[in-house]
């Protein structure tokens, strides 16, 4: 059958392409499901000087090429359409798209990724890779002696502002609230922290400068006053929102974040996950393509064991 495949891979980030590329050169007839805007977080970042492989750096779009070129290669098959729906109730597992197509799977590996949830004022998105990152540890180095905000008050937010106290001058924490929602632990170590200034009750409200980031407007919550403030860049720390909506049947925690059984298995026999639709630990590329090399490892054993 034309439509019938070994593997449906949904998402077409690092763990989507990495896993198309493992169970392709394990003979297995692979199907992508890219998403009309394909290749995931990395297609919205300029220079990732953290993927291992890469003295110089390489850009985001250049990478996710590469890995999508590799996949093809080894004949996995990609369509560049959005996932719709899905039957897991009999095998093989039927999958539809946004143009009515469908396909079946005997496995499927859910690699959808993750969102970052933006702040949404004016100035940010067309300063994303300019000056607007949502990633200390992929974009801090960039600013060495510079000075960068953190908009945020969980753990993430924290993380991502101790992360920067390697490279910022100075580190400016900013929450619309009047306290943290970080744990204990996470606030002393902020609080401690030379480099490290906060402002409660107070959130950006634009950013602002000529092709990159070189000042915000800040407004206080509590009397809306505004007033502007001198950066060289913004970290948004507020959330990431797991692309899961659509698999109903699946479970997810209280955050939406698929739940995982045993390494990648998700609760129904067949269906795996990898990457940041699952992991809110890590979210970062190398660890979303590892994830796609585990998924595809589990599934080639679990068509061995179907077989036998």
């Known amino acids: 059958m034309e439509n019938l495949f070994d593997v449906i891979i949904i998402g077409s980030g690092p763990a989507g392409l990495t896993a198309a590329l493992y169970s392709t050169r394990a003979n297995l007839k692979t199907l992508v499901v890219a998403g009309r805007a ?29 890995m999508r070129k590799q996949a093809e290669h080894h004949g996995a098959q990609i369509v560049d359409v959005d996932f719709k729906s899905a039957d897991y109730n009999s095998r ?5 798209t946004d143009d009515e197509r469908e396909f079946s ?59 920067l106290t390697k490279y910022a001058t100075e580190v400016t924490i900013v929450h619309r609230r009047d306290s943290f929602r970080a744990s204990e632990i996470m606030q002393k170590r902020v609080k401690e922290h030379p ?44 959330g990431h929102i797991p692309n899961s909506a659509l698999f109903s049947g699946i479970d997810r925690d209280e955050q939406g974040f698929i739940k995982v059984y045993d390494h990648t298995k998700t609760n129904v026999e067949g269906v795996y996950v990898a990457g940041d639709v699952h992991d809110a630990t890590y979210k970062q590329a190398v660890t979303a393509a590892a994830f796609g090399c585990m998924a595809a490892l589990e599934v080639e054993k679990h068509l061995m064991e179907q077989a036998s």
């Open 38 to 66: 394909w290749g995931g977080q990395l297609m919205l970042t300029t220079l990732v000087e953290n993927y291992p492989g890469f003295p110089q750096g390489i850009q985001g779009p250049d990478l996710m090429i590469a």
């Open 92 to 96: 093989p597992f039927k999958v539809r």
């Open 105 to 163: 799977g005997q496995t499927v590996i859910i690699a959808t990724g993750a969102d970052t949830k933006w702040l949404e004022v004016p100035g940010e998105k067309e300063r994303i890779g300019r000056g607007v990152s949502s990633c200390a540890p992929c974009d801090g180095a960039f600013f060495r002696g510079k000075n960068v905000i953190v908009a945020g008050g969980g753990d993430s937010a924290m993380e991502e502002a101790l992360v």
């Open 195 to 238: 480099k490290i200034k906060i402002i409660y009750s107070s959130e950006i409200v634009e950013i602002l400068g000529e092709n990159k980031v070189e000042r915000i407007k800040i407004k206080n919550t509590k009397n809306s006053e505004v007033s502007e403030m001198p950066i060289d860049g913004v970290f948004v720390a507020v």
